[in-house]
């Protein structure tokens, strides 16, 4: 099982970004997917989940009404849009597959995970 992010980059603050994470040697469609984030000596914190469907989603308080999260299952692929970046948005950006059925917010329901994309914001 592969999850590959991609996307991230150094951006000024108010920009946006759009990271990606494609899943190999997985059926993708039976997997709610997150996204997580993780700051220079912090711990990891969720950032948004999504549905195997793509029908019911669910943010981080922090980062509700700026970010999106999508999926198209038929590239096996999820995304998440980032706009109106802040400097505290700055992370390491994981994915994450979950087999289980409800949508979840808590890292150890996730099954596998990806290696991880930096996101810079800059004031």
């Known amino acids: 099982v592969q999850l590959q992010a991609s996307g991230g980059g150094l951006v000024q603050a108010g920009g946006s970004l759009r990271l990606s994470c494609a899943a190999s040697?997985?059926?993708?469609?039976?997997?709610?997917m997150g996204w997580f984030r993780q700051a220079p000596g912090q711990e990891r914190d969720f950032v948004a989940t999504?549905?195997?469907?793509?029908?019911?989603?669910y943010y981080a308080d922090s980062v509700k009404g700026r970010f999106t999260i999508s999926r198209d299952n038929a590239k096996n692929t999820v995304y998440l849009q980032m706009n109106s970046l802040k400097p505290e948005d700055t992370a390491l950006y994981y994915c994450?597959?979950?087999?289980?059925?409800?949508?979840?917010?808590?890292?150890?329901?996730?099954?596998?995970w990806g290696q991880g994309t930096l996101v810079t914001v800059s004031s």
């Open positions: 040697g997985v059926t993708f469609s039976n997997y709610n």
């Open positions: 994450a597959a979950d087999l289980t059925g409800s949508l979840s917010y808590v890292e150890n329901e996730y099954d596998y």
């Open positions: 999504i549905n195997w469907s793509g029908y019911s989603t």
